[in-house]
Every structure is written in C-alpha cells, then in structure tokens.
C-alpha cells in the first residue's frame, strides 16, 4: 500500500506536515509506505533538520505549490508540476492508492474528480466529517461544503455513501441514517427536503431513521447525518468555532475536546474512485499524522469497492 501525502499542503508545511509523518511511522505496517511529495530539496532538508534519514522514504519531486487564495481550476491548469497536480496524477496511475494533502480544498476537490472521477452513477461526490456523539460514539455528517445546491437523488446517494463509510472505515454496525431537517414529521422542509424524504425511506441500501433535527445531531438518533452543503458547513464551522472558544476561556470539557479536527486527521471526498483526504489548512502534525492512518484505512477496508457493490 502506497500513500500519497502533500508534504507543501497547509498554513505550517512542510515542518508539521513532516512532524506528522514521522509520528506516523510507527503504526504503519511493514508494507504500508508514504510517499512525499514536494520539493524534493526542501523535503530532505526537513527530514534532516528533524533527524530522519531521508533514504528511508519515496520522494517524488514537484516544484510548484497551488496556494489557499488560488483559483482551484486555473491553479491546476497553470500549475501541473504542483503537488496536488502530481499527486493526483499518481493516484489516476495506480502508483499510489491513497492521497492525502492539506491545501486548497478546492483543488483537491476539482482534482479529484477530473483525475481519478466520480464512481459510476455518482452524480455528485461530497465531503463527510465525524461528528463527535455525546454518548462517546461517532457520526458521519455529509455533505459539508462540496455542494451548496442539491437535488433529492443527491441526498438519497449521500445517505448509501456515508452508510458504507460509516460501517467500513469507522466499525459502526447497521448504521442509521437521518435527513436533517427543521422537523421531525415526514411532510417538514424544503422541497428538496420533502423530495428526499420518501427516497430514502424507499432505500434498501441503507437504514433510515426519518427527519432529524438539529438537537439531535450529538445524539444517537442517527449515526449518518444527510445534508446539502451549505447546510453541512454552517454545522462545521459553528462547532469548530465552538471548540476555539472553549479553548480561549480555559474551559476543559471532556465532551468539547473531541471537537478538535486534529484528533480526525482530514474529511475524506466520497464518490470518487480512490481515497481522497482533505485536510485543515492549519493542521498541525497531530492532524497529519491522523490525515495519513484516514488514508491507510480507507485503502484497508475496500471502501470504493464496497461503494461500488451498493450502486449496483
């Protein structure tokens, strides 16, 4: 197994992105290898300032850096020897099987789906984030920002590709499966929403639990939270503003320190035909060290087949 990782990606590379992958290293299996990519003179100068052989690695050299403020698609255009072009390229090639980088989310998503493309009868691939549960179990809430507007066969499709994440990658057995929404009853919300209601009631790929509100998104109503994007995010960034603030006043909370991203690594894009993982643009080496056990898992449970077998 060979995993991708964007050695340039984030606000803190390459030192932390560095930091991460040595702390790593020590839960990777004896055929599980990460492969940098970067500059290939900075990387060795990183790895020597912080005491590691540098011929222990796979270093695969890319020049360029797509930065955050950059356009995603013109960045990849006019920036192919970037390290999100080349890491994309490998994955396409089946040189490596997973690909992890903290950079420009947009990049990584554009990336993603002109390189490697969605999975047959994948309208729309998203994003998922863990959504930490008050009874110290974990959730999926999907989409989180990939698709502001949807459609309810997008929703109905998130509901099968956050089922299979949830069971394949994260243990949860028979995982059930709720629609956020501003009620509980069937006929509540949009009209997407109303849409969507019965599809996923039809679905035999999943188990569906009905309309959940927003006070049950840190219960255990629903282990797989279905949303838009715009939606998901406005959720993301309220609890991560949360866990800032908890932070800021010295509050510790057993419950609220589960909010911290690092402790998940990235958000992995669902739908497409490999492992993809998107960052925080200020991970730390916490974060990228988990970024890179996300991508091993993922490659380990067989998720994209898996997906693959539900849509059939």
């Known amino acids: ?63 360029e850096v797509i930065e955050m403020g950059e356009h995603p698609t013109k960045a990849l255009t006019q920036k192919p020897h970037s390290s999100i072009s080349i890491g994309f390229h490998l994955l396409k090639e089946g040189k490596i099987d997973a690909f992890a980088s903290a950079g ?22 998203c994003i998922s984030t863990i959504v930490p549960k008050v009874s110290g179990k974990i959730g999926v809430l999907l989409d989180v920002g990939a698709n502001a507007d949807v459609k309810p066969e997008h929703l109905n499709q998130f509901a099968i590709l956050g089922s299979v994440y949830a069971e394949s990658v994260l243990g949860i057995d028979q995982p059930q499966v709720g629609l956020l929404n501003l009620g509980e009853e069937e006929g509540k919300g949009t009209i997407v929403l109303q849409g969507a209601y019965p599809l996923l009631k039809e679905n035999q790929h999943i188990h569906f639990a009905g309309n959940i509100e927003g006070r049950d998104l840190f219960n255990d109503k629903a282990d797989v939270i279905v949303c838009d994007g715009y939606v998901g995010n406005v959720v993301l960034k309220l609890c991560e503003n949360l866990y800032e603030i908890l932070l800021d006043q010295h509050i510790q909370n057993d419950y609220f320190a589960r909010y911290n991203y690092e402790i998940y690594g990235g ?46």
């Open 1 to 63: 197994m060979r995993i991708g990782f964007d050695i340039m990606g984030g606000d803190f590379a390459p030192t932390e992105s560095i930091k991460g992958l040595l702390q790593v290293l020590p839960e990777l299996a004896a055929d599980e290898t990460v492969v940098l990519i970067g500059p290939e003179a900075t990387i060795r100068q990183e790895l020597q300032a912080q005491g590691a052989d540098d011929s222990r690695f796979a270093i695969i050299h890319a020049p």
């Open 104 to 125: 420009n989310t947009g990049a990584m998503m554009v990336g993603a789906l002109f390189s490697v493309k969605a999975i047959d009868g994948i309208s729309r691939p």
């Open 267 to 312: 958000m992995p894009i669902l739908g497409v035909n490999a492992p993809v993982i998107i960052g925080h643009g200020i991970s730390n080496a916490l974060a990228f060290k988990n970024m890179i056990l996300q991508g091993r898992n993922m490659v380990k449970s067989g998720l994209i087949e898996k997906i693959k077998k539900e849509l059939v």
